[in-house]
Each structure stands twice: as C-alpha cells, then as structure tokens.
C-alpha cells in the first residue's frame, strides 16, 4: 500500500485477529502504508524480533495479545508475559525509535463496582488474572512513552473474523427455542469494525499531533446487558426476542470473575478533536447488515426453531 496520508508507515501486530483483520482494513481504505503480523510473523515477547520489525515504523497498533480470560486464571504468568512483558517490549522499541504505539486494553483493569460510568482516570482494580496482564501493558506503556504512548480500553467486542457473542447467539437461534442469557452485567457492546475506525483516526491525530497521549475508551456510547444485547441481535435479525430469557450470572460460574458493571465514559475524546463512538444500537444494525452476519442470521431465520 501507498499514500501519504497516514504519516509514515503503520505496524499492526496481532493482525490475524478480529480486531486486526479490521484495522488492516481501515488502513486500505485510507490508502495508509501498513503492514500486518500476526502471531506467526511476529511474536511480540521477542525482544529482537520487536526491533526488527519496528524499523521505519512510525506507529504501532498493538492488536496482539493473550485473550483467554478464563484461561489466564491457571496460566497467568503466560498471560502476563504476552500482555505485560510482550507490551512492555513494544513500548521500549517505540521509544527507541520514537513510533507511537497505540495499546489495545480492556474494562477488565477496572473493579466493575461503579454506579456510573468510570472515567478514563479512574482508579483501576482488576478482579480476574486477564484484567491483571492487560494494567501491566497499559502501567508500561505509561512509564515508557509519556508522550507517544496510547491506551485504548475497549469491552465486549464483537466483528466478522472471530468467535463472539453475537456470532454465538446467531448460530444458537438455529438450534434451540430459549436461551438463557445474563442479564445482571452491564457494558458496552462495541463493534470491532467501528472500533477499527477510531484506532485509525486516533492514530492520524497522534501523528498529526493533535491527541494527546494516554487513556482513551473505545467503546460504544450507550450500555445494555448481555441479555439485553441478544434481544436486540434477535429483534434486528427478525427472530422472537422473547425467546431469550433473562437469567444471573451465579447460573454462569466460570474460572474468571467477571466485572459486574463494565460502562466507559468517553470524555477525552474531545481533546484528540474527536467524538466518542456512535451508540451500540446503531453499530449493532451496521455489523448484522455485513455479509458474515447476514450469512449467519439466515440459517436462524429459516429454521423450524421458534
């Protein structure tokens, strides 16, 4: 790819990923020169290989990380080398080089006790190992690039080119007549396309240097429940919300806690020059129009199911 208009050359790492897969494509679209690695290409624990691949890089977009949240509950020093250690090693070759990295985090650094939505300096207090790994990237990329370095929290994501709830609530419609859904989480459901958008505009005004280093949430405006969430994935898709039945989260018991309360507030978008994230409805109705989405919801709609 060519074109100027990024300002020099982009690196995004994890990028055979969900999130990945989308901000590579964001970039086409800008005509943004950019290469992308995934795992196989680039392990990011790998001090010389970091180096390496950093060189006449300009700015990273670190989509790479472990993402097994319950996993990371017996594996968390496995965890924390890929997203407290694998960061830290990025941000120490940005800063040699001086690239601006653009760190992918998670709600999941924060107690999730709120009764509104938590700051971007709010203090952090993760309750699972995964929320654990994820400050130590984000404690690193504060201590090494003051100036460069951009922590991008995000929470309950969903896209085409992964495993996702909104996927599994599509390919459940097809065989079962109720589902029982968690209705006592609040969050965010944020699309992986949309939030591909906003990386690469947060970038653009980095380099430009209009964004100001730091905390940013990348989440969609507005919050729901993960029940709350399928009903409105089945409404749009033209199936019977009724079909999915509310339920609480001690009918769930998994390895990791899960944060109870998990809405952002999205204030400091406005000294990058940005708005926050349009609401979840509306990224919802855009996702399910797309042509994985489609292909999923027809099976459900054609079933004897409901």
Known sequence: MTGDRGKGRWLVT???????????????????????????????????????????????????????????????EAAAAVNGTGVRILAEACAANGARLLQISTDYVLPGDAAEPYAEDAATGPVNAYGRSKLIGEQAVAELLPRNGYVVRTAWLYGEHGPNFVATMLKLAALRDTLDVVDDQQGQPTWSAALARRLVELGRAALAGRAPAGIYHGTASGATTWCGLAREVYRLCDLDP????????????????????????????????????SDWHQQLAEALATPGFTALARPARESRVG
């Open 14 to 76: 994890g990028a055979a990923g969900m999130l990945g897969r989308d901000v590579l494509a964001e970039l086409r679209r800008h005509a943004i020169e950019a290469v992308g690695l995934g795992r196989a290409e680039l392990d990011i624990t790998d001090r010389a290989a970091v180096r390496s691949a950093l060189q006449g890089v300009t700015l990273v977009v670190n989509c790479a990380g472990w993402t097994d949240v319950d996993g990371a509950e017996t594996a968390e």
């Open 242 to 277: 009724e079909r999915i039945r509310p339920t609480t989260s001690d009918s769930f018991v998994r390895p990791a806690v899960r944060p109870a309360f998990s809405v952002l507030a999205h204030d400091r978008w406005a000294r990058a020059g940005l708005a926050p994230m």
